[in-house]
């Protein structure tokens, strides 16, 4: 799959992207108050604690909300339209932002149960797409 | 005028580490300062309710105050990005006794910095923040995309149509050709709306404004100036800033948002309600966000919004006309100065043939970070 846009990994995110790499949904989780968060944060925003884990999220979910993108004029999306974004509630309570696969854009619907399928883009880069379960 | 020498103080001091080459972001330093600080003065981060930042120019963001709010886990009412450079951190200060001298917050937080020698992960394909980085390569590329996630919610919620949409689509047009200074004037009707294509379902093409090249400026003295000046003055009755999220799809609620908090502290400095209000400008980058603002601004309830603008109840003649220059989607975008120059001229009484008889008030909305930004004036004919 070729993608005009793949993501950087930064000095806050490189561990979820690492993650994606070797197949694994990765959540940060605070270390201090045990809150999953998304995306990630140098600090919680419940406690205020710098001490965090990476943990493994289930993968699973549903559609809390989607949009279809039926037009663009960015270069390079304008070939992959139809695609949907959506917003997936993760098993574990934070929403993340993806794209639905293997499903038309008119069989989704909020609520829909989906579990995380990983798409490789460059060889290195791995993008956590969902699709219905 | 009595001066405020004196009157204001430095609480809280914090540092983050220094050095060169940290490998760490400039957002991960600014939170370090900002919550050393926190523990500095003793207080607790829910006392914080101003927040004042300069962008990092290692992670740029839109709207980083509003990012860094979310990242602390506060909701301030009020909250500002300064952006002059290495005047910034003594300009926020200014700027932090204007606000509580105005009233607008109590504790205001300040923060400025950056990662200057740390950047080279985050430059090498122009991708510079986490936002970015869980948004773009997803193809959530602007705001048909971003909006379109929470007026579905709205629509799953509460039964909410396209139909409703475009009712606010066509008023606006319809106030445009009543407009001299408007972009589209055209004549539509709820049929053109229905027929215009999906670019971001559920949005329309007519549902989105059109980009446009337009600006607006006001002057504001005070209302003792103003007397011997050669307009009639536009009073500020109500001024109120409210926050919710900086990035939409991770907001505690999609569907009740900062313009709630905005117009409840407008609301209270005005000493008005909604009942009182003769017409509304209310920034409407997409049909959607009009709807959401009647309810949030308590027009009616929540979840009822699109009842209320169907029926020519927002149009000129109504019981709330809204957006009586055309709006956004109409007039021009401005970045919605226009809404606030137009509730201008209705307050003088020289809008000509779009002029809301006997208009007293009027209520503006302004907005960003995908409703998670909100600012409302509400503006009079009297004094009050």
Known sequence: MSRPVVPVANFDTQPFWDGCARGELLLQRCTACQAYRHPPSPICPHCLSDQHAWVAASGRGKVYTFVVVRETRARGWDKMVPYVVAVIELEEGPRMLTNLTSVAPEAVTIEMPVEVTFAELDGTTKLPLFQPR | MTSISGRYAIVGIGESDVGRHLGRSGMALHLEAMTRALTDAGLDKTSVDGLLTRPSRSDPQFNYSAVLAGRLGIQPTYFSDVALGGASSASMILDAVAAIEAGFCTTVLCVNGDAQTSRGANRRAGL?????????????????????????????????????????????????????????????????HQASRFVAEPFRLLDCCPVTDAAGAVIVTSAERARDLAQPPVFLLGLGQGFTHADLPYAPSMTTVAMRGASQRAYAMA????????????????????????????????????????????????ALPVNTGGGLLSQAHASGSLLVTEAAIQMRGAAGARQVAGAETAIVSGQCGVTGINVCLILGKHPN
Request: aromatic share 12%; proline share 4%; with cysteine.
């Open chain 2, 271 to 318: 000493k008005l309600g909604p009942e009182d209000i003769d017409l509304a400008e209310l920034y409407d980058c997409f049909t959607y966000v009009v709807l959401l603002t009647l309810e949030d601004y308590g027009f009616c309830k929540k979840g009822e919004g699109g009842a209320f603008v169907e029926d020519g109840r927002i149009e000129l003649g109504g």
């Open chain 2, 128 to 192: 510079t923040n986490w936002i970015e980085d869980f948004e773009r390569p997803f193809g959530m590329l602007g705001a048909p995309e971003s909006y379109g996630l929470s007026a579905r919610r709205h629509m799953y919620e509460y039964g909410t149509t396209s139909e409703q949409f475009g009712a606010i689509a066509v008023a606006c047009r319809k106030h445009a050709g009543l407009t001299p200074n408007a972009t589209f004037r055209t004549p539509m009707t709820l049929m053109d």
